[in-house]
């Protein structure tokens, strides 16, 4: 959100990521809903894949996420900057 407002491409990209954002809570059987519009942009139906992300998580559409699984190996390359030394 700090980045500037005035430049198209990055309006774009924060059209593409907050613009969708949806703040929600948990209905009575403690359960997050979905929207149908984010269910509709993310392809999610019936079965869904929800991965932690430190403090934020990201749920995937079964298909969608077995895709990105099967293109993972040939986009990893070398450590981001800054993991140059990370363990577990």
Avoid: C, Y
């Amino acid at each position: 959100m700090t980045l500037s407002s005035f430049d198209p491409q990055t309006s774009l990209w924060k059209r593409l990521l907050v613009g969708h954002a949806e703040e929600v809570g948990l209905d009575a059987s403690g359960r997050v809903l979905v929207s149908p519009e984010l269910r509709r942009f993310s392809g999610i139906e019936k079965q869904v894949m929800l991965f932690g992300q430190g403090s934020h998580f990201e749920l995937w559409s079964a298909e969608a996420w077995e895709a990105q699984l099967s293109r993972m190996p040939a986009q990893v390359e070398s450590p981001p900057p800054g993991m140059e030394n990370f363990a577990l």
